[in-house]
């Protein structure tokens, strides 16, 4: 209880100090702070279009939340998100363009088979190298993020795109292989707002990410590799399999966006879709404090920045979007300054602080 | 722990609550306005090419004009949808989406609102309440084609696309009948800088592609590559000046680029988008819209190209009249210039 209490403090307080300096900057530019930021969320949290919106610009922000958390948690720095979600999103509509005369029952499946495996796999190999050869994770997945994009532009390109079109991107998936957006059940929420069924997979994924890490074997074994890969070893755990399942899990979470992205939303692959959802991630794994529960708030928060930031650039007299990056950014800026929150906190309450410790010594 | 959870779910609905309604009254405005809001494309207002002249032709019409002008920068491609829709919903009179990018997302958003107004630049689309604001590429590029055949000393010029498109190749091929018109015998080395969006955005491959041609022969380069463009630019410049005059020349493209290099830059094929744009805003303003394709070529000053104080020594008068000549029998129809994009 104390724990979470702390656990929750200080992201609260990183938030909540990056709004008080955004909005200095707001009234360095020109503009009403509270005006802003009224605009900011009243258009976020707006019934159904702002709701509709900021849910599903959540839903891959939380997959990518997960996936860095995974990562994290086995003391492993998976940067390669961004290359993941970009092969599993092209897997997903090339499995839904080459079959798509399939049974519903059958196609739908077999897409998310697709998403996730095509995710795991591409993130499996810098886990492999690392396991077999020692070569650090940071470097071959960011590698591997260039490869990536590249490889399904070139696909798209030569192999897959409808001739004359001049976007880049996809023919359609076949119908079968659409999912359904949650407008078609929540009354009152039109069809046309792109929030689908990949959210609810997105919440499921955060209950199973949490019984993965802390109540199976595995999990253990992974907790364990992260927080001490010696004592782990010594232990009796594989640290170099656990490192694959590692990457290979956080790799199938990443690439559950390409479930959002094609089936749900443009039902076709397009390409240079995401916007650095992979390096949102790691933002979002941060400031959730590596806890699924706590990647859902984060992704939240900044999905409402993003669609809230839309009615800002547009609607106030002098905010633009780009104050909106700069409150994204300082809010990491002190999330990451944790510790000179906990050193004020620290002094402003010594006793708070001290007075339980005392007592459980006394006890 | 679930006690805390539940707090923080319920702040966050207590602020949803309370904050939805209050943000719409934000802004009193006159309602007697005609409101403008335009959507960019990924590239931003900025650009100093495409965006910018469609930014160019609001801000004048919000300066001569009785309109409330708004403008969001999506910045990625998820967030243009909402953005026009951002828009719509607040009862907007008229929507303008730039780029060819935008068209599908356009044709969804405006099947939802047919009493708004909406304008496409690049783009096409056949429902009512949509302007498709398109331009004659080929007819400009024809014209610069004549002049680069006229200046080209080695017979043989370049052209720079950005990615390899319809839309581009329509550059390409007026430019090369314009040649061809002065000097049949002239070869036209085209490249591209490639197939994705990075393609407008490679400044350093644009040099190189420049400097290849240069290598092959090429004295006049025609570019339409967006910021790769600026590539070209640098690589006719480092071919330096004999005699006060440059060896190689640079053909800029959409704004007005004769300043960018000045004594290198022949000329540039410019599209008046901002000409569009005002046009667009000028007809909703007088309850005079009209959907469907509005074509901007050579007779309506759509296209064109260039020539300013920059470029006067560049350009004989003999090569300008013939050019004009061509011009003339364009817009008579007496000469008929390829559109690749075949419409």
């Known amino acids: 209880m104390k724990t979470l209490a702390r656990e929750l403090l200080f992201p609260l307080i990183a938030v909540i100090a990056a709004f008080v300096v955004g909005g200095i900057l707001i009234l360095l530019v020109g503009d009403n702070p509270i005006d802003a930021y009224r605009l900011l969320l009243g258009s976020a949290l707006s019934w159904p279009d702002g709701i509709g919106y900021t849910l599903f610009h959540a839903t891959p922000l939380i997959f990518t939340g997960l996936a860095v958390l995974v990562g994290f948690r086995c003391g492993l720095f998976n940067i390669g998100v961004e290359g993941q979600l970009y092969i599993a999103a092209f897997a997903t509509a090339w499995v839904g363009i080459e079959l798509a005369n399939r049974s519903s029952w059958f196609l739908i499946p077999l897409c998310f088979a697709a998403a996730i495996l095509a995710g795991a796999l591409w993130a499996a190999i810098p886990g492999v190298l690392k396991a077999r050869f020692g070569s650090h994770e940071v470097i071959n997945t960011i590698m591997l993020n260039f490869i990536a994009v590249s490889l399904v532009s070139y696909f798209t390109q030569y192999y897959y795109k409808v001739p004359g079109d001049p976007i880049l991107q996809t023919a359609m998936i076949g119908e079968n292989a659409h999912i359904p957006r949650l407008g078609s059940f929540i009354p009152g929420l039109p069809e046309r707002i792109p929030l689908n069924v990949a959210f609810l997979l997105a919440l499921l994924c955060c209950v199973l990410v949490y019984l993965f890490l802390w109540r199976t074997k595995w999990g253990y074994e992974i907790r364990a590799t992260g927080s001490n890969p010696s004592a782990a070893e010594y232990g009796g755990i594989s640290i170099r399999k656990q490192i694959v399942v590692a990457m290979a899990v956080s790799g199938a979470l990443a690439g559950m966006v390409g479930i959002n992205e094609v089936l749900g939303y443009r039902y076709r692959y397009y390409d240079g879709f995401s916007d650095n959802y992979g390096f949102t991630g790691i933002a979002v794994a941060l400031l959730g404090r590596n806890h699924p529960l706590g990647v859902i708030f984060a992704a939240l928060l900044f999905a409402m920045l993003q669609h809230g930031g839309i009615y800002v650039d547009g609607f106030s007299e002098n905010v633009t979007k780009d104050i909106v990056q700069v409150l994204q950014g300082i809010i990491i800026l002190f999330v990451a300054a944790e510790s000179f929150f906990k050193w004020l906190v620290g002094r402003a309450r010594p006793q708070a602080n001290q007075l339980p410790r005392v007592r459980a010594v006394t006890q | ?343």
């Not at chain 2, 009862?91 to 303008?96: E, R, S, V």
């Not at chain 2, 440059?246 to 300043?259: C, E, L, R, Y």
Request: with cysteine.
């Open chain 2, 1 to 343: 722990m679930k006690y805390k959870v539940f707090v923080l779910i319920a702040l966050l609905g207590f602020m949803a609550f309370a904050l939805s309604g209050c943000g719409r009254s934000a802004a009193a405005e006159d309602p007697s306005k005609i409101r403008v809001g335009i959507v960019f494309d990924i590239g931003g207002k900025d650009d100093r090419s495409f965006n910018a002249a469609a930014w160019e032709g609001v801000q004048r019409a919000a300066k001569e004009l009785p309109i409330i002008l708004r403008d969001i920068e999506p910045g990625t491609p998820n967030a243009i949808e909402p953005a026009m829709r951002a828009f719509a919903e607040r009862n907007f009179d008229l929507i303008i989406g730039v780029g060819f990018a935008q068209a599908p997302i356009m044709e969804q958003v405006a099947k939802d609102y047919p009493n708004i107004q909406f304008a496409i630049i690049d783009g096409v689309s056949q429902l009512p309440n949509v302007a498709s604001l398109v331009f004659k590429e080929h007819e400009g590029s024809y014209l610069v084609g004549i002049l680069a055949a006229k200046a080209s000393r080695t017979g043989t010029i370049g052209f720079l696309g950005g990615m390899d498109i319809g839309l581009i190749h329509r550059f390409a091929k007026g430019y090369e009948e314009g040649a061809k018109s002065v000097n049949p015998n002239i070869r036209v080395i085209e490249n591209y800088v490639g197939v994705t969006d990075s393609a407008w955005n490679n400044p350093g491959k644009g040099k190189e592609l420049s400097l290849a041609q240069i290598g092959k022969g090429a004295d006049v380069i025609f570019t339409a590559a967006g910021n790769s463009g600026l590539g070209a630019f640098d690589a006719v410049e480092q071919q330096g000046k004999q005699n006060g005059r440059a060896t190689h020349f640079v053909i800029g493209v959409d704004s007005n680029q004769n300043m960018v290099k000045p004594g290198f830059v022949l000329t540039s094929m410019v599209k008046r988008v901002d000409n569009a744009v005002y046009d667009i805003v000028h007809q909703v303003v007088n309850k005079r819209f009209s959907p469907g394709l509005h074509v901007f070529g050579l007779d309506k000053d759509g296209v064109g190209y260039a020539m300013d104080d920059f470029n006067k020594d560049l350009v004989p008068p003999e090569a300008i009249q013939e050019a004009e000549a061509a011009k003339a029998k364009i817009i008579g129809g007496e000469i008929k210039v390829t559109d690749a994009m075949g419409s």
